[in-house]
């Protein structure tokens, strides 16, 4: 059974999420099929964020030149990638804010700020088992990192230089959760490219009956949904203010006593 939230992707947030800039609902979705080619390169030579040392400068140049050289396969079409366009900062904007006094004259000032201003952007992002199959080609051996990943969304142990299809149907051993995780991301990525449309071609891609990948998918959102309310502490009620309210209550040997335990 597949387990993209597994230990491993764990570890690597702890270790990479930073250079890796995940977002807060990235790191709560586990592994994905899809990471950018910033992202594969830190996953592939990982370095250190801080502190910088010597063998640190090192390794972060050769992590940019790995992240160099996929842009430069993906620019040759030698590596397939997925457009998926992202609401980002475009530039940022002097806007008029209003008036306030001078602490010293009490003349009214104009105060200005800077307003990001968002914009449309394609980003690439290269499938797991593309990402397999192009490394299996350049004969260079997975790192830690890029082996969990492949674990993860079942496509790992891909032969040397055969190149690995996009699998469609129910993996081996993966639950039906998983299953619907897996088309629940693909399914985002369509959306984010072009919303309409997107459960059809959802759909097509896996060879499935749109009215079932829609069933899967929103069942996949509603338990994200209740893993994301999860990781939320409710806060407790304020109780009513007792004749007991200012005691401060221990416990010892599993029962309670308002009495300080030295």
Not at 4 to 26: C, H, I, P, Y
Not at 64 to 72: F, M, W
Not at 166 to 174: A, F, G, H, M, R
């Amino acid at each position: 059974m597949l387990n993209r939230l597994n230990q491993t992707w764990f570890d690597t947030v702890a270790l990479l999420g930073q250079q890796m800039s995940l977002t807060k609902e990235q790191r709560a979705d586990g592994w994905p099929d899809a990471f950018k080619p910033e992202q594969i390169a830190v996953l592939q030579r990982p370095y250190k964020w801080w502190p910088l040392k010597d063998r640190e400068h090192e390794k972060g140049r050769l992590c940019a030149a790995y992240r160099d050289g996929l842009n430069a396969a993906l620019a040759s079409g030698k590596l397939p990638s997925i457009i998926k366009t992202e609401r980002v900062v475009a530039h940022y904007e002097e806007r008029f804010k209003g008036y306030k006094g001078n602490q010293f004259t009490g003349a009214l000032q104009e105060v200005f700020a800077n307003v990001p201003v968002y914009g449309d952007k394609e980003f690439h992002y290269i499938a797991a088992p593309a990402f397999a199959a192009w490394l299996a080609a350049q004969g260079e051996t997975p790192s830690a990192h890029v082996q969990n990943w492949l674990n993860a969304v079942g496509v790992a142990g891909a032969a040397k230089n055969a190149p690995v299809a996009l699998v469609n149907s129910t993996l081996p051993d993966e639950s039906l959760d998983d299953r619907n995780l897996r088309w629940l991301n693909h399914y985002e990525i369509e959306e984010r490219t072009a919303k309409r449309g997107a459960y059809n071609r959802t759909a097509a891609h896996f060879d499935v009956n749109p009215s079932t990948l829609r069933k899967a998918v929103d069942k996949a959102m509603e338990q994200r949904t209740e893993r994301r309310r999860a990781g939320f502490k409710t806060v407790p009620a304020k109780s009513k203010a007792t004749p007991f309210s200012g005691l401060v209550t221990h416990v010892k040997d599993g029962r309670k006593t308002t009495k300080n335990q030295l």
